[in-house]
């Protein structure tokens, strides 16, 4: 666990907590790690979870599939980020999405009720945990009204439009990349893959942006 140090006290959910009494909570929360393949279940729709899973390493996508096995990409997750939090903290809900490997993935899960239930020495560290997790549940709500105004927009630019210039005021730069590929994004807007492509075209050639691969920069008119 030692080499993950770095990841950890990076997460938001370790925020203000120092490295010595890092050491200390993981042993009070049951802290286990595993390691998943690039496209393999992390966790699967219907599952019911009490633990919060945290990247370690590698990256994972949150996904949703219909009867038909068509998928809608909901959300991308990299190291020191969480997933499954919502539903381990209502463990009487089974998953409602699937969490999938993108590439070679470690993942830390963290029992909620250890994260919840205070220890017996009511120690400093553990009340800002509890603090910590509450802030990345607000923080992931925010993100899904980010989406829901992405998705609700009627053409295929006004939702490219939209992500993009989110996706500036978050990076805090004109200047910024995407953690999707093509098909990925084009999942992510639920737009068709080759009209968005045909779009993004359209808005470089028309000098509202430029692009290469993931790298995007916003330009002024």
Known sequence: MEKYL???QASPLFLGIASDDLHALLHCLSAAAASYDKNSFILRCGERVTSVGLILTGSAHIIKEDF????NLLSHI???????????????LPLGVSVLAAEPTAVLFLDVRRIL???????????RLIHNLLS?????NLLLQDKLTHLTQRTTREKLLSYLSAESVRHGSARFELPFNRQQLADYLSVDRSAMSNELGKMREEGLLTFFKNSFELLTQ
């Open 68 to 71: 038909w096995g068509n998928r």
């Open 6 to 8: 770095p990841v950890l």
């Open 78 to 92: 990299e190291p020191g980020q969480l997933f499954a939090e919502t539903y381990a903290c209502a463990a009487d």
């Open 117 to 127: 239930t205070t220890c017996t020495s009511a120690c400093a560290f553990h009340s």
């Open 136 to 140: 990345v549940l607000a923080e992931k």
